[in-house]
């Protein structure tokens, strides 16, 4: 394994951000290549502790000459919200400076040639550093964008594209749901690592072998040895399962039986009132049309203080907030519906 050290100029002088990129050498020209980021939400850490139980399968791998194709690793995707707080709290998901999230502008290239990414110079440094990232994924036929959600489910979201070639990987990962999208306006970093080759070549899209996708790990608090050890055996699973990595004591994966829901099905559930969530539900359970999902405690103690707020449509709870204060208009939680949403908003992954 070989480590760099990335180095992002600041906005001023003296000010610069690092980090690290791990590489692990590939013996087979003709096998897929892998990139792995995590933390480009730097708060973000179910995937980050993840990769750190990943490396030692990674490093026995490589000791027993099993690694077929090239492998490069960034834990911490994100320096400046890594170095990011705001009257003691961390604020990782958008850059303090510009309020612009930090996956979201990716620059989307027409075609999949770093060439053509844009002069960012005089951009900003959260620009340089998106630039640099997509040049670190571009090109590599596995690229995992390991965020996690408020409070969740494991699950993926995947590109039309590349559905259903990408079932074996979410067998593989072990996770329990898949959100499938179609079109990105906003430059997230998944859109950017497969929109530009939605117009390639066969012999270059090759969907049947590229495999994008931003795996949600969980909730920010589902920060655990376990859920990373059993995490990084999924991510292990799927490097095998893809040819990545040699090991004949992992079984094929081809079939994934879990919920397949298109965003459109995803109900977000605005809050009609601010106040304190009383929740009813929790990721994973299943609801019917009418059932109650939450109460908003607006006026405590007094009538009509409580707002109460059903399942338009019956589905899976895929996520819920963390934090239990909200704003009216917020979102109290993901349905992934069995039908199309009333309410279904176009592109924007909320991840
Ligand atoms: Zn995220």
Redo the contacts with the bound molecule.
């Keep these: 394994m070989q480590k760099t050290v990335e180095r992002i100029a600041g906005d001023s002088e003296g000010v610069a951000y690092e980090f690290p990129v791990l590489r692990f050498e590939g013996k087979d020209k003709a096998a897929p290549s892998a990139y792995l980021q995590a933390a ?2 730097a708060g ?1 850490l179910p995937g980050v502790v993840a990769i750190d139980a990943l490396m030692p399968m990674l490093a026995k791998a490589e000791a027993e000459s099993r690694i077929r194709g090239p492998i490069t690793i960034v834990p911490w995707a994100n320096p400046i919200g890594r170095a990011q707080y705001h009257f003691g709290e961390h604020q990782g ?1 958008f850059n303090l400076g510009t309020r612009t999230n ?2 979201r502008s990716f620059p989307l290239l027409a075609t999949p040639d770093a060439r053509l990414l844009p002069d960012i110079s005089l951009g900003g440094a959260d620009r340089r550093l998106k630039n640099r990232l997509v040049q670190l994924s571009l090109g590599n036929d596995i690229v995992l ?1 390991l ?3 408020d409070e969740g489910l494991a699950y993926l979201y995947i590109h039309t594209s590349l559905w259903p070639h990408m079932a074996d990987c979410a067998a593989a990962m072990g996770i329990d749901a898949v959100v499938l999208w179609s079109e990105d306006t906003d430059g997230t970093f998944e859109g950017a690592s497969i929109m530009p080759y939605q117009n390639a070549p066969a012999n270059v899209a090759r969907f049947d072998r590229r495999a994008v996708t ?1 795996v ?1 790990y969980r909730g920010i608090l589902d920060v655990d040895a376990a859920l990373a050890a059993s995490d990084a055996e999924g991510l292990y699973r799927l490097l095998v399962t893809r040819g990545i990595i040699q090991d004949p004591s992992i079984p094929k994966f081809e079939t994934f039986s879990g919920p397949v829901v298109p965003l459109e099905n995803i109900d977000m559930m605005p809050s009609p009132k601010a106040g304190a969530i009383l929740y009813d539900v929790k990721p994973g359970g299943r609801v019917k049309k009418g059932d109650r999902l939450a109460t908003i405690v607006h006026a405590p103690g007094e009538a009509g203080g409580r707002t109460e707020v059903f399942a338009p449509q019956s589905g899976l709870i895929l996520t819920r907030r963390a934090r239990r204060i909200i704003r009216a208009g917020e979102d109290l939680l993901k349905l992934a519906g069995d039908a199309r949403s009333g309410d279904a908003r176009s592109g924007t992954l909320e ?1």
């Design positions: 480009l939400h973000e998901r930090f996956n964008d965020h996690c959600d931003t949600e991840d």
